[in-house]
């Protein structure tokens, strides 16, 4: 089955950039969307289409993609944006959607 | 404002047969329009995609271990979307989340219910 491959985890001090990839090989052609859950809360879209901000995330989140890698950017990264983070795509077929396994973002 | 509300969980032993529903409410557009999709978290991890739906209702999609047992279903003059889960096995456990399925839309995405929990135990 089809896999989107994230780093387990991503560690920085306030204020700093914390960059989060998922790598997926059919990544090309398909967009990514990344969700942030909080503990105990449902997850919530921040990034669609690769780059696109929903209305209402601020400014801080931005997406990228660069082949078959797409990178969440969190710029001035605060308490508060501690969470996981799974990127979101179809797969090979496009006829079932995949969830990466996820990046657990510290700041400390 | 645009709200899901999910039910239907509880306690089920393996083999058994259960029914999720979610109950859309506050759409800016008719509930129709939207494609919607199934997730599922087991404790402890990161979410899983299970099935999705067209917005009509004629087009299904799921999962590969969940084909042949679950069935997604909606009706639109209710506003509501169904999971028909059979032969259940302890790896179904989890909270279940009813959500849009972001891959139709560029606008209005809005939120996640916040999930419906059962537990498959023997």
């Known amino acids: 089955s089809y896999e989107l491959t994230q780093p387990p985890s991503v560690s920085v001090s306030p204020g700093q950039t914390a960059r989060i990839t998922c790598s997926g090989d059919?990544?090309?052609?398909?967009?990514v969307y990344w969700y942030q859950q909080k503990s105990g809360q449902a997850p919530v879209l921040v990034i669609h289409q690769d780059t696109e901000r929903p209305s209402g995330i601020p400014e801080k989140f931005s997406g990228s993609k660069t082949g078959t890698m797409a990178t969440l950017t969190i710029r001035g990264a605060q308490v508060e944006d501690e969470a996981d983070y799974y990127c979101?795509?179809?797969?090979?077929?496009?006829?079932?959607?995949?969830f990466g396994g996820g990046t657990k973002v510290t700041v400390l | 404002e645009a709200q899901l509300l999910e039910s239907g969980g509880g306690l089920v032993q393996p083999g058994g047969s259960l029914r999720l529903s979610c109950v859309a409410s506050g759409f800016t557009f008719p509930f129709s329009s939207f494609a919607m999709m199934w997730v599922r978290q087991a404790p402890g991890k990161g979410p899983e995609w299970v099935a999705g739906i067209s917005g009509g209702g004629s087009n299904s999609l799921y999962t590969d271990s969940v084909k042949g047992r679950f069935t997604v279903s909606r009706d639109n003059s209710k506003n509501t979307l169904y999971l028909q889960m059979t032969s259940l096995r302890v790896e179904d456990t989890g909270i279940y989340y009813c959500?849009?399925?972001?891959?139709?839309?560029?606008?209005?995405?809005?939120?996640w219910g916040q999930g419906t929990l059962f537990t498959v135990f023997s």
């Open positions: 059919v990544l090309t052609t398909k967009y």
């Open positions: 959500a849009k399925d972001p891959v139709w839309l560029v606008r209005d995405f809005g939120n």
């Open positions: 979101f795509s179809k797969d090979r077929t496009g006829n079932q959607r995949v």
